[in-house]
């Protein structure tokens, strides 16, 4: 395997390089022309590296590339997911190179998506190539690629419902996120679910004015800041009757492996710029992430919010709010929880609607599972360190749909680093990463 | 007096339409023109009533009309304040006539400023015209007539420091609010001071991702969230120490004044489309508005307020908060008091800047005062019916401005009706109304 890769790397490099130089922005409308390009460069790659389908297939947004191996219909099959668009690159000017003409410095390639997911992903088209030319392939491979992720995946969800048959597959597997480090490789083994309700609060059915009105006619601006801060109680915990009755609470033992990964908290509030961190009572700020179920206002408005003063007693105040579930909690029955809560504590003088935003469901990938198992293993192997099973917070959204719609649990075996500044200027992926990458995404495929 | 008044009703009526065929609208650039004509039409008519001095003085905005007649400096001075300018008339397609053709219907005046403030304002111009025509002059009459009440009054405070000496009386008579109801006549004798502060609470550097963080870093809209609520209890009761010191309980004697006012609470909620009022404890609404103070967001804001779903978790949170403030508590010392009780439940996570608005002390005459004595005993003899002592919430905010800097009590004898719509289509003012304002005016003098 080693020597494979060796034999091959400039070829590797000068493959993704030639991903890498088409500058597939998803979220920019002059870069249309380019994200069909990519698609189509990587149905290329993807057919000289064994796949015996490989298509690009229109969505109503950007194309999203199909390809497969079939060995055996009755041997287990990984559906490798992965996505060929990137962030936009500005500020352009705070770049030491061209973001689309990839360079090599100091160990690392530097361009935009030498990380996030081009490089990520190339590592399974090239773990692949090495199975298939070798003749070590013992699994059906699929390959589902978007380019959408970076703008919220707005078709994928669509098109894999039309498409259930053709991803059918035994298990999901992702490289879009990072390891603890260099020296801590981790598995993501599970993300948060989401339920989003948009509160509101109708008092008067006009403005009124604060002097003659303020003090006798309920504002709806201070009773949804009541409603929203009688939602946790000074422990932090949510108090919704019910919310809590799927939250698994962790073994000490899985506490105790979660606590395993290196975390600064000091480092992490400098980060933030923020000199404390808050949360629920009695967990950990890795915990509190990981392991349990939050609730965020993500956005909140109403009266006046221009310059200067203007005293309006306001007819109405509106709030997205967003609770992250744990993998056991369903989003429906959380979000329909909520919902009532809500509309049980509106009080008598105003008007309270709720509205649903889309929701879903967290995942989590049991330790004891298969996948997990020869992930760590490859991991182990590669990296001589047993890995940390992570909880990431809810990082890619689609995959919490891809679950839900395919039924398959997805496997997040990342090999990013906090240093690759994915998002901002001079994002930058080891070379070291990239080929261990490769490595143990072929031992994966040994052990599973 | 009802002689001289039904002698030349129809010039009275005739002028008053000259005034209101002109659009004086503040607040829109292409009616500039009208203004200045609007005060010049006021200086013809001024003098033409008996003024030795009318001229119309330039302001950064809007000019400023002052005429006066003054008999002898050693008799007391009545400063009559009123304001020439008028709101929009959009949507005009609801007027039933051209809202600058003055037309009379059963019994009304229609036109845009009919009621507010140009009919008000003129009956103060007819009265004194009686009196100096008739020899019944017995006071220095001024009149200080701007033209930016309906757009905040930006320029009267800044030209009325210029011009204190000018400016100097014993009494500031205003009529530009409405009385309780055809046969129920009122003064307003106190209205609300004010406090205003905003509020800037930062929680991370950046926005972040909800799923990342959510649960962990403190939310500054949750947060500001907490603060708000915490500043008002359960009674309705503001909790910030010392709010209340300076608050004056009413005896039992004047609340049962105050309680004469006929007011159907039923009427209110259907007018203000509420199914409950709400408000301080103890209070009926009429106290709640007009005797105690009050807290109220003016206006919120942070995180995603677009459509759809955002999971973020935002960086920053914004609220303005006003107080409004009985006659004796200070509006400096409040909004200090404030501003140092939200810095000090500021919680460790998050930082909180206040930053201050302008303020201003709210004025209450007393009823035992001798402009509320004779300007009660004026209306009685022409209501027949004692008038009301009210307490408005703050409807004219100039009116504390003046009370400041030129240190005289403003009188509110105002005898607009709630069927006048004033800033609505079809505003108008009941001739009625007009005439026996001009009656009770001039008998305002007469006891005074």
Same mark, same amino acid.
């Given at each position: ?57 229109p969505t109503s947004g950007h194309p999203v590339v199909y390809a497969s191996r079939i060995i055996d219909p009755s041997l ?84 894999? !419902? ?88 962790? !073994? ?57 003063a203007k005293t309006v007693l306001p007819s109405e105040a509106h709030a997205k709010i967003s609770m992250r579930l744990v ?104 070379? !070291? ?16």
């Open positions: 395997m080693k020597e494979y890769i060796e034999a091959n790397k400039n070829r590797f490099l000068e493959e993704l390089f030639s991903l890498l130089r088409i500058p597939s922005v998803s979220s920019l409308e002059e870069h249309k022309p380019d994200m069909l390009r990519c698609a189509e460069r990587l149905v290329e790659l993807l057919k000289e590296a064994g796949a015996d389908h490989a298509e690009v297939y287990s099959t990984v559906l490798v997911y992965g996505h060929y668009d990137v962030q936009p690159v500005d500020p352009v000017e705070l770049w030491n190179s061209d973001p689309f003409q990839p360079e090599i410095r100091d160990g690392a390639i530097y361009a935009r998506g030498a990380n996030d997911d081009k490089g990520q992903l190339f590592m399974h088209v090239k773990a692949f190539e090495y199975l298939q030319k070798t003749g070590r392939l013992r699994h059906n491979v699929k390959f589902i690629l978007e380019g959408e992720e970076e703008i919220g995946s707005p078709s994928l969800a669509e098109w894999a !419902s039309g498409h259930k048959d053709l991803l059918k597959a035994d298990i999901i597997l992702v490289s879009d996120t990072t390891m603890i480090s260099e020296q801590v490789p981790s598995i993501n083994c599970g993300m948060r679910g989401l339920s989003y309700l948009e509160i509101k609060v109708t008092g008067p059915d006009k403005d009124l004015h604060s002097g003659h009105y303020g003090g006798a006619v309920a504002n709806p601006v201070n009773v949804l800041c009541d409603m929203i801060s009688s939602l946790i109680d000074g422990d932090g915990r949510i108090t919704v009757k019910g919310f809590y009755d799927d939250v698994v609470e962790l !073994s000490a033992e899985d506490r105790a492996k979660l606590a395993r990964a290196p975390f600064d908290l000091e480092e992490y509030k400098k980060f933030l710029k923020i000199a404390e961190v808050k949360g629920e009572k009695g967990y950990t700020t890795l915990e509190r992430t990981g392991i349990r179920p939050c609730l965020d206002v993500n956005g909140i408005w109403g009266g006046y919010t221009g310059e200067g993998p056991d909690q369903d989003s429906e029955k959380i979000t329909e929880l909520v919902e009532k809560h809500i509309l049980s504590i509106a009080p008598p003088y105003v008007r309270v609607e709720v509205k649903r935003h889309h929701g879903g469901n967290g995942f989590l990938i049991p330790i004891s599972s298969p996948a997990y198992q020869a992930a760590s293993r490859a991991m182990t192997e590669v990296y001589g360190v047993e890995p940390v099973p992570s909880r990431g917070g809810g990082s890619i959204p689609i995959l919490a749909d891809l679950q839900k719609i395919l039924g398959i649990d997805p496997l997040l075996m990342g090999f990013g680093l906090e240093r690759d500044t994915i998002h901002s200027p001079n994002e930058s992926y080891l070379l !070291s990463q990239f080929f261990k990458g490769i490595e143990a995404i072929i031992l994966f495929y040994r052990y599973y």
